[in-house]
């Protein structure tokens, strides 16, 4: 039996991951707060923008979008709400400069580009003051409605597989999860595992040698990524594409041993490497409580590419806007992409109309590729879904023409009969079951899809501070003594404040690529000098149960500069800390594994007798 008319036989669940590391009252120009102010206007404003287009034309987005933790903190802060009027105003005036010199040169085409320019920002300017100031706002509306889905992520983005401790791992997520909940007003269901990274439970050891220290620590037994996402009551995250390929398929806790279902798994071949199918979710298995287990979505990768290569893929088209070429002093870009390997001098103007063409033509493409890639799976009982997750600032910052080719790629697939639906991880969780539990390798999305872009001779030195700070913090919070004052809790919150913009794994991503490695290997060094001032500020308190004029000051200084995760927990910290289930609210029309393996059971039924 054919689907019904008015079901999709497959799905695209997109997935946008915004993150920036945190940069208020660390630098402006060209390292700082200038980062987040350009993406504010090229890509979170136009992302806006797009969800305003279509819940104005009824048409659902369907898609996730990822606002971590530290983004959100940072688009709610009072110096990022007073400053990026102040930066709009500012490319207004450049753009209306080289309009100005344009004209002079009797250039008309680089004069309405330059107009162009200064329409996009007083553009973003009266949407900024029409949200209040309130970016973060917006997107809630959004979420509410159910116009897309936003998850959470880890609180600074810490690269999960190689912290040291299961606490570090645990507060990262329960501090990502408190942080959403106070901006977003309700519990995330999905979360980004920062740079996808996953681990396994088992046992681990220190890569490096801790600072100061001749001996190894010894290693120990350690949960896996599952577990810390399950006791924050998570119901999925994303992985790239190997680690599912490379999976081991394993036997549903719940399977009676003479079911229908168990009889055919045991008469399946269990497939490996690229046999696996990658166009459903599966249950992540490992020594947790599997009645709440997570669910993981794997990353397809021909779309991925065609998305992200600035090469081959739609970012790199001759007639999009160039990234690299920009006019100063006002910045502004007025060149296209031309071709590959074009050196920067030769590049062509830009021609807005073809770039805005080239687009619409491109989200057709996508359309048909998602098709081509799902057509075998049409006629199956249970639809597939790609997963295709990007960097959000790809689209507008990066890739000028990204959000406009995300509302087209929303409009076909609303106004024409392609078989295929956008649709968030939860509503498609809600409506079909997983296709059983895998056990997976460690593993990333970032290059040889290991540790290497976090961990390597560059960067090595950065661990050897960041697990000695783990251990100190759960030391300092296991034992409690803050918990006796308020002077005491003001030291210890701010300790952790300080160990998790530490743990951000941007700062080590920045020193690999040469992006702006002076920068990162700064940064981290003011993370770690205030974990260590703020240290001899502890143990000064525990032994005075007072500071000093000059310990106090140095104090309200850096709560000053770093006043992030207001209320943030110590015992997140503590020695053995975790989130049990009974703590937790569970989410809406969550079901249990056993559930679930009902539902699984019934669909096989139905492959059986013909139906579906």
Not at 330 to 359: C, F, M, N
Not at 396 to 414: D, K, N, Q, S, T
């Amino acid at each position: 039996m054919s689907k019904a008319k008015d079901t999709p036989a497959g799905f695209l669940a997109l997935t946008l991951h915004a993150h920036l590391p945190y940069v208020v009252n660390h630098g402006t120009w060209p390292h700082g707060i200038e980062w987040l102010h350009e993406v504010a206007a090229e890509t979170y404003l136009p992302l806006l923008r797009v969800l305003g287009n279509l819940e104005r034309d009824g048409i659902p987005a369907n898609f996730n979008i990822n606002l971590s933790p530290i983004l959100l903190e940072q688009l709610a802060h009072p110096l990022f709400v007073a400053e990026f009027p102040r930066y709009l105003t500012r490319k207004v005036l450049a753009a209306r400069e080289d309009e100005a010199y344009f004209i002079q040169s009797g250039d008309l085409h680089l004069t309405e580009a330059a107009r162009l320019w200064g329409r996009f920002f007083s553009t973003a300017l009266d949407d900024f003051s029409a949200l209040g100031g309130n970016i973060v706002q917006a997107f809630r509306h959004f979420n509410d409605t159910g116009m897309i889905e936003v998850l959470t992520c880890g609180a600074t983005h810490g690269y999960m597989p190689l912290l040291g401790t299961d606490e570090s791992v645990r507060a990262q997520v329960r501090t990502g999860v408190a942080t959403h909940i106070r901006h977003l007003g309700k519990r995330p269901r999905g979360i980004w595992a920062p740079e996808c990274g996953y681990r396994p439970a088992g046992f681990w050891e220190y890569p490096v040698l801790h600072a100061g220290s001749a001996e190894p620590q010894p290693g120990f037994d350690r949960i896996g990524v599952e577990q810390a996402l399950s006791e924050s009551n998570l119901d999925y995250f994303f992985v790239d594409t190997h680690l599912v390929e490379e999976s081991r398929r394993i036997p549903s806790p719940y399977d009676a041993p003479n079911s229908y279902l168990s009889r055919a798994r045991q008469r399946e071949q269990l497939p490996h490497g690229p046999q696996r199918n990658l166009y459903q979710p599966y249950f992540v298995d490992g020594p947790y409580d599997k009645r709440f287990a997570t669910t993981v979505f794997p990353r397809d990768p021909s779309t991925s590419l065609q998305v992200w290569s600035g090469d081959t893929g739609y970012p790199g088209d001759a007639n999009y806007l160039d990234f690299h070429k920009k006019r100063f002093p006002g910045g502004h870009r007025y060149w296209q992409v031309t071709g590959s390997g074009v050196d920067i001098g030769d590049k062509l103007v830009y021609y807005p109309q073809q770039a805005a063409e080239r687009a619409r033509e491109h989200a057709s493409h996508f359309v048909s590729l998602v098709y081509e890639t799902l057509a075998s799976g049409f006629d199956s009982a249970i639809p597939p879904v790609l997963s295709s997750p990007f960097d959000a600032e790809l689209f507008g910052h990066w890739w000028f023409e990204g959000p406009m080719w995300l509302e087209a790629v929303c409009r076909i697939l609303h106004e024409h009969p392609t078989g295929i639906a956008t649709i968030t991880c939860s509503q498609y969780l809600e409506r079909y079951p997983r296709a059983g539990f895998i056990a997976m390798p460690e593993g990333s999305w970032g290059a040889e899809g290991n540790h290497q872009v976090w961990l390597n001779p560059d960067t090595s030195w950065t661990w050897t501070h960041i697990y000695p700070a783990e251990l100190y913090l759960r030391e300092v919070a296991t034992a409690g003594a803050w918990r006796d004052s308020e002077l005491g809790m003001r030291i210890v919150q701010q300790l952790c404040r300080e160990l998790l913009l530490l743990e951000s794994s941007d700062w080590q991503f920045l020193i690999t690529t040469g992006a702006a490695r002076d920068y990162a290997e700064s940064r981290f060094l003011t993370h770690n000098d205030q974990f260590l001032e703020l240290k001899s500020i502890w143990q000064a308190f525990t032994h005075d149960r007072a500071l000093n004029q000059q310990m106090a000051k140095r104090l309200a200084e850096i709560e000053h500069r770093d006043s992030i995760f207001p209320g943030i927990d110590p015992s997140l910290w503590a020695e053995g800390a975790s989130e049990s289930r009974s703590q937790a609210d569970p989410p809406v029309a969550r079901k249990s594994v056993a559930a679930e393996h009902s539902a699984q059971a019934a669909h096989a039924a139905s492959r059986s007798s013909g139906l579906g």
